[in-house]
């Protein structure tokens, strides 16, 4: 698997990992570097990617998006065994939708409570610096990392551009399933099938505009599912420099 370097780290196992730091913010400033990192699946850590996380970047909170079958499946990998704490706040099992920008709105809708609650115990004290992950780091990560960088005031252009980045990843991705497949003893997917989950920027795009619609941005969002003017001052005074 080829290296990836984010935050001035080169990590081997992890494809889609990224520091959120740098990112601009509309009222001024940007994202703080090393505060927040999201990623395909910790399970694919090797042992010197968790070295690294942990003793140069501090990472203090692992928060797994994933369902409990997948955690079964296969693992948490080496950061298990490391002083970080470990969350897990499963976003799967919300049916399908007609469109993938669909899909992470429902989620946004049916996992509300639970999103603005992992947002409220990211930005305590102590929690950061903290990766967020699913199991490749697009879908259920892209909608979380979206909720955060649009309550932190980080422009709509700038939060797809972020999402899109994973789409370099896409190649070790593929790799990476039709090993698991083959593994689990199950029939390749072809190629188109691959081809309409790009992490393309339009899809997040997309999946904002209908934020805007249904809850007049992420502002209105939040307030829906309990977080407060407190809980998004404290996300932006952890956030933002």
Not at 58 to 64: A, Q, S
Not at 70 to 97: F, H, M, Q, T
Not at 113 to 119: F, P, Q
Not at 194 to 213: N, R, S
Request: proline share 4%; aromatic share 6%.
């Amino acid at each position: 698997m080829s290296e990836q370097t984010a935050a001035g780290v080169s990590l081997a196992g992890l494809v889609n990992f990224r520091d959120l730091g740098g990112l601009p913010v509309s009222a001024g400033g940007s994202i703080r570097p090393g505060v927040l990192f999201r990623s395909d699946s910790a399970a694919y850590a090797t042992d010197s990617d968790a070295d690294l996380l942990v003793d140069t970047l501090g990472l203090r909170t692992i928060v797994d998006l994933r369902d409990l079958p997948e955690i079964r499946e296969l693992g948490r990998g080496p950061l298990a065994d490391r002083d970080v704490a470990y969350i897990n706040v499963p976003l799967g099992d919300i049916g399908s939708a007609a469109t993938r920008a669909e899909q992470y709105a429902d989620m946004l809708r049916y996992k509300g409570v639970e999103i603005a609650e992992l947002i409220r115990l990211v930005s305590r004290p102590g929690v950061t610096p903290a990766l967020i992950h699913c199991h490749i780091g697009c879908d259920r990560t892209g909608v979380v990392i979206a909720a955060i960088l649009g309550l932190v005031g980080v422009p709509t252009a700038d939060i797809c551009g972020d999402y899109g980045r994973s789409t370099k990843a896409s190649a070790a991705i593929r790799v990476r399933a039709r090993e698991r497949r083959s593994v689990l003893g199950l029939a390749q997917m072809p190629d188109s099938y691959y081809d309409k989950w790009e992490p393309v920027a339009a899809v997040m795009a997309a999946t904002i505009e209908l934020v805007d619609q249904r809850w007049g941005g992420f502002a209105g969002w939040a307030a829906k599912h309990g977080l407060t003017a407190d809980d998004i001052a404290a996300l932006r005074s952890l956030m933002v420099v």
